[in-house]
């Protein structure tokens, strides 16, 4: 199935961080990709994401305006918006590693 693409807008990118905001049209998705750095994703509305895994299953996960969630790196899905809404999130990824 053929979706139209998320839009990201790169806001941050440097040695330590990259930050990038993802816009959604209803029923737009990122493709499918894997997550190189570990990350956190700040929603910025309230609504659900379809999250579909390499096997093409789907799962719809419910997001709240403001409440963030982290992922290690490794992830790979395509996320797609499954609202009649326009959808869209903040991601940080994590490009270095804490140093302790």
């Keep these: ?21 993802w816009r959604f049209a209803p029923g737009a998705a990122t493709g499918f990709h894997r ?8 929603p910025l509305y309230t609504g659900k994401l379809g999250i579909e895994a390499k096997d093409k299953s789907m ?3 419910p997001l709240t305006a403001g409440v963030s969630y982290y992922r290690n790196a490794g992830v790979e899905h395509d996320v797609i918006n499954v609202n009649a809404f326009e ?3 903040v991601e940080i990824e994590l490009k270095e590693k804490v140093r302790g």
């Design 59 to 61: 799962i719809e996960a």
């Design 1 to 21: 199935m053929s979706r139209a693409a998320a839009v990201p807008t790169l806001q941050v990118d440097n040695e330590r961080i990259r930050v990038t905001e």
């Design 87 to 89: 959808f869209a999130f």
């Design 35 to 42: 997550h190189e750095y570990d990350y956190c994703v700040v």
